[in-house]
């Protein structure tokens, strides 16, 4: 048995119970959670933007230690203290031979919900399923063994558990998609969890200029206390009357149309905007293609920070051991009976980075 929080309706608040979870099988892993974040990509599953199956247990952001392993694990052993990347990679498709395993071909049973024998490990009295392999609103889950990236258990694995989406999401795109180099203008809009690590890969990165954009005057604080040179709060000024000459590359980490719409308003000629931030299903938002084409602008997308996980994980933990990269400032401890507020805390845009830390 565990303890998890569990959505079994749509917009519903999680609900808190014990729901029985299985031994690992061939090819995967138990681990007893440390910590778990709070994204807001979650939320954008609990309140139907993402249709998910139900009941569910979410979460996708997590870090802990190796309980138990199932047949022909190698990777991992009792013992081993992990991040988990909620990314499953076949390495044999198309994008993953050619280096592209963010968008691997094979993780349609990780898509729905299940292991990749097409079964949940959780069971409760209504059924219940995974969510992008880690289920990390949990005390205990059962993770595909690709999916454990080990760690020196010297390590804060509160802050660790941030790597497996926030940190890579952020950094990630910075250095891998974006590609910023050294005195390139770089904006972010939305100084949540993943837009403060845009600020921090693009400091990382020998960016001239940081510009951090949010409407939260506590978050244009932390932005520039992790390295943003400039702030703009939007709910006061128009961001394109401040920057009327552009930015070099600008980074929308939030997901909604407004936020990406002035996120294309802002790149200079010759730069980019890069959309990590998740939008609804179906949105859309205007755009002038010739404007593009006469000045060399291009928006492009970046999921996951364009991850290779044998080769990232370990340069930005090199990066958190050396100071560059921080999380103590971001990290918002609360206990798993808080994930409701932690929830209404992001609904109402205040909230930075909640992670739930299990006894």
């Not at 203008?185 to 990382?204: D, P």
């Amino acid at each position: 048995m565990t303890r998890a929080a569990v959505l079994y309706e749509v917009d519903a608040p999680l609900i808190i119970e014990e729901v029985e979870l299985g031994e690992p099988r061939a090819g995967e892993v138990s681990i007893r959670l440390v910590a778990s974040g709070v994204c807001h990509s979650d939320l954008h599953t609990l309140n139907g933007s993402f249709p998910w199956p139900l009941p569910a247990i979410f979460g996708h952001e997590g870090a802990g230690i190796v309980e138990a392993v199932g047949p022909g694990v190698t990777n991992v052993v009792p013992g081993d203290h992990v991040i988990l990347t909620w990314l499953p990679y076949c390495g044999t498709c198309r994008q993953c031979l050619r280096g592209r395993p963010n968008i691997c071909e094979g993780q349609a049973w990780s898509d729905g919900g299940m292991m990749m024998d097409g079964t949940s490990r959780f069971s409760g009295a209504a059924g219940t399923i995974h969510h992008c392999t880690a289920s990390s609103f949990a005390e205990r889950t059962v993770v595909a063994a690709q999916t454990c990236i080990r760690v020196d258990p010297s390590l804060d694995l509160v802050e660790l558990c941030l790597f497996g989406c926030a940190v890579m999401t952020g950094v990630g795109a910075v250095r891998n998609s974006a590609k910023v180099q050294p005195g390139d203008s770089v904006a972010v809009v939305g100084c949540g969890g993943v837009g403060l690590n845009v600020v921090q890969g693009a400091r990382i990165a020998g960016a001239g200029r940081i510009i951090a954009i949010d409407r939260v005057p506590e978050k244009l604080a932390l932005a520039q206390e992790l390295g943003a040179t400039e702030v703009i709060n939007s709910a006061e000024v128009d961001p394109a009357a401040v920057l009327p000459e552009g930015v070099d590359h600008v980074f929308e980490a939030i997901g909604r149309t407004d936020t990406i719409e002035t996120a294309i308003s802002l790149v200079a000629p010759g730069g980019q905007a890069l959309l990590i931030g998740m939008a609804p299903v179906g949105a859309t938002v205007p755009i002038t293609p010739l404007d593009l084409t006469l000045t060399d602008r291009s928006i492009r997308g970046s999921w996951y920070g364009g991850v290779v996980p044998e080769r990232d994980f370990s340069i930005l933990i090199d990066l958190y051991r050396s100071g560059e990269l921080r999380m103590d400032s971001i990290v918002q401890r609360i206990a798993l009976d808080d994930i409701n507020d932690a929830f209404d805390a992001i609904r109402r845009g205040e909230a930075i980075r909640s992670v739930i830390v299990y006894p």
